[in-house]
């Protein structure tokens, strides 16, 4: 796999490595990134087929695992949230070396139920016709009927970048959408992370359930679980602040 883009903040301290979500960049993490830059040296990584990283052919959380490893020259804290949170975990299981604690945010180790939320998302922003587009508030109100939530709509329009005279999606959609079995899934393995690990969960998000507690303690027994009040699943989000004081702690805690 190609290596992937990253952007770099703050000059000093220990490294941390951001790994963003389906339809993300790494620039979501920016604000929070830019609380931790003044103490610690701050990675964010744009994953495989999302912002500025090269498209491939498939989805495989075991080769983005292993895109993400490419890109850590030290034992790092690494953070992922969903879809990054996966292949976080999965980066950790396989190169522990490399992971010195990890943070996971509102995701969990195992196969989610299908949903058609995300596949809507797809097939809405592939039906507009980008030759067509004359601005993005056009886009917006294309949108609309498949995404009346305007926060998660403003959220898949950071993927709309202009190019010249047209407009192109960042992300793969055809892929994204082919693969997204893959998204929801979890490849079986053995391996344990024995590193300390924060798990952050959004008070009302489904993604991190108590009946999920036993597969996460398999694979990571070391892991402290949070709670965030008032945050759905983009936890990082809804409640910047408080995940910034979180990872504040959690980065500088003794091993």
Not at 145 to 158: E, I, K, N, S
Not at 194 to 213: H, K, M, N, Q, T
């Amino acid at each position: 796999m190609s290596a992937l883009h990253t952007t770099h903040l703050g000059e000093q301290g220990s490294p941390v490595v951001f790994c963003h979500g389906l339809f993300g960049q790494g620039k979501n993490w920016t604000q929070i990134a830019k609380s931790l830059a003044d103490s610690h040296r701050v990675t964010l990584v744009d994953m495989p087929n999302h912002g500025r990283s090269e498209w491939t052919d498939r989805l495989d959380y075991v080769e983005m695992a292993d895109a993400v490893a490419d890109v850590i020259d030290e034992p790092v804290t690494l953070v992922g949230h969903s879809m990054g949170g996966k292949a976080a975990m999965l980066t950790a299981l396989r190169h522990p070396e490399l992971v010195e604690r990890l943070c996971v945010v509102d995701v969990s180790p195992v196969q989610y139920r299908e949903s058609d939320e995300f596949r809507g998302f797809i097939d809405a922003m592939l039906a507009i016709d980008l030759g067509a587009l004359d601005s993005r508030g056009e886009a917006d109100a294309a949108l609309a009927a498949a995404v009346p939530d305007p926060g998660v709509r403003a959220f898949l329009l950071t993927n709309l970048r202009r190019e010249g005279d047209g407009w192109q999606w960042l992300p793969n959609l055809e892929v994204l959408r082919r693969d997204l079995s893959t998204l929801r899934g979890w490849p079986e393995t053995d391996a344990v992370y024995d590193g300390p690990v924060l798990w952050i969960a959004g008070a009302d998000s489904g993604y991190v359930r108590d009946e999920f507690r036993e597969a996460m303690e398999a694979r990571f027994p070391r892991v402290r679980r949070v709670t965030v009040k008032g945050a759905g699943h983009w936890v990082h989000s809804s409640q910047p602040a408080v995940v910034a004081e979180l990872l504040d702690r959690f980065v500088d805690a003794p091993a």
